[in-house]
């Protein structure tokens, strides 16, 4: 950018939803500023200055758009010209059906391309207030873990009361601490995954016994305090705590994250009571992460917790498990359909913040966030995606599928129960594919003849 630049659009916060709105914009010759508040001042969850972080799990989860939404969800943002799925494909490891990703190359890959990127500019310093009116475009993708300052300018703006959860964070192993004499390597029906292994898990047998005594265990284990303020924080249901899952039923478990369904034990005949799995955290595959182990519970008693599960009696940890406060608006009264301020049209939100839940979901809010500036600044009319598509029926819930006015509107990942219906009857086992090919056809309708960025994403996976 040069003295002769017009003024950059400002965006806020270099998570996934900011890196991904500044690519947007960017890419269509609109000069960025993105700021950073790292390493000037660091969060709860964070661990390293890196834009693009994955604080909690490395899997941006199923990749199969046929059959699943969040994989529709990657498949539309490719097709839009997405960074943070170029990253992810560029950086993925093996994960049965899933795309999971070496985090710290993903993350690089994300921040080269925006560092190297001639129309963005990284700004490593905290925003404490909102523009004025007349300030230009803005975004605000500071995401879960937003200042309390600047979360206190928002509330302010928006007459609203901020709503919060708490997210917790998996352990992640090293693997070479693993006993394969008692675990083994395998996914759910050897499915295969976009990296092509259909042995991409490590999975851990626990007989009814040993079940019995690990939910005992997690039962009795001592818990991080919870400061008075965070006391009535709910949990988002889709990320609990593995000892709040205990808590609800001694079965929960069995029939959540340790089903033994689609498995088969080769170091013994008898069928698995439950099964522990753990996913490949980095590219060497020397990190795997515990799958649905979010833990609030102290390092100490994770470490003899879980060391009680058979396989990982001599487990070394990489990361313990932690947990954090999220933040996020209550966006059908706050935001309009393109995910602008009704108190202050310059402002728009992107990201967790939003009310969106999960990394893929959040980089789509970004996407759209982004594209619907360009179009603005471009000198056009922005259009939202329709809701046939899995971009369009994400956005369409947190701006107006939601109840506004009941009260209780929550972290949403993207599903096919956000589309609209199918057309005449159609067999239970064709809905899903059918949706999935109607969303990519009114995707290219939405695609054909907007801008497309100038600059793509050029990501090796060295």
């Known amino acids: ?57 490395n899997s941006l989860r199923s990749d199969n758009w046929e059959s699943n939404a969040v994989g529709l969800l990657h498949e539309e943002m490719r097709r839009a010209g997405s960074l943070i799925l ?99 390597m395998q996914s759910r029906y050897d499915k295969e995954g976009p990296g092509g292994d259909a042995a991409a898990y490590v999975n851990c047998p626990l007989s009814a016994a040993q079940y019995e005594a690990f939910i005992d265990d997690l039962l009795a284990a001592e818990r991080s305090e919870f400061k008075e303020w965070e006391k009535d924080t709910p949990y988002f249901e889709g990320c609990l705590p593995i000892e709040v899952m205990a808590e609800r039923g001694r079965e929960t478990l069995r029939f959540g994250p340790l089903k033994p369904v689609g498995l088969t034990n080769p170091h013994a005949d008898v069928k698995p009571y439950a099964v522990v799995q753990l996913r490949q955290d980095n590219a060497l595959g020397t990190l795997y992460n515990m ?36 933040t996020f608006l209550n966006s059908p009264r706050v935001l309009d359909p393109l995910l602008r301020m009704k108190a202050q049209s310059n402002i728009r939100f992107a990201g967790q913040i939003t009310g ?19 179009e603005e600044v471009a000198g056009g009319t922005a259009q939202p995606p329709p809701p046939e598509t899995a971009l369009g029926a994400l956005l369409g819930h947190i701006t107006g599928g939601h109840i506004a006015g009941d009260g209780n509107f929550q972290p949403m990942n993207v599903n096919f129960g956000l589309f609209p219906p199918l057309a005449g009857k159609v067999k239970k ?32 996976s060295s």
């Not at 969106?356 to 982004?370: P, Q, R």
């Open 86 to 184: 170029s990253a992810a494909d560029a950086h993925q490891v093996p994960a049965g059906g899933a795309l999971a990703v070496d985090r710290e190359g993903f993350a690089g890959a994300v921040q080269a391309a925006l560092e190297e990127h001639e129309h963005v500019e990284i700004r490593r310093e905290e925003v404490l207030e909102l523009p004025e009116a007349d300030a230009g475009p803005v975004v605000v993708a500071t995401g879960p873990l937003t200042s309390p300052e600047l979360g206190a300018a928002i509330l302010a703006l928006s007459g609203e009361q901020s709503l919060a959860f708490f997210d917790a964070i998996a352990p992640v192993i090293y693997k070479d601490s693993i006993d394969f004499d008692i675990a083994w």
């Open 429 to 460: 086992r064709e809905r899903k594919p059918a949706m999935a090919h109607r969303a990519l056809d009114e995707l290219a309708s939405w695609l054909d003849g907007a801008q497309a960025p100038n600059s793509a994403a050029r990501l090796s």
């Open 291 to 326: 799958v649905g182990f979010q833990t609030k519970m102290k390092h100490g008693e994770q470490k003899r917790t879980l060391r009680a599960i058979p396989g990982l009696e001599n487990a070394r940890f990489a990361r313990l498990g932690g947990i954090h406060r999220n």
């Open 356 to 374: 969106v839940e999960g990394y893929v979901e959040s980089a789509a809010i970004g996407l759209l966030a982004g594209r619907f500036i360009a």
């Open 1 to 57: 950018m040069n003295e002769n630049s017009p003024a950059p659009v400002r965006v806020i916060g270099g998570g996934l939803a900011g890196c991904e709105v500044a690519w947007q914009i960017a890419g269509r010759g609109i000069p960025v500023a993105l700021y950073e508040m790292r390493p000037e001042r660091g969060t709860e969850a964070h661990v390293t200055d890196n834009l693009a972080e994955l604080v909690c799990s």
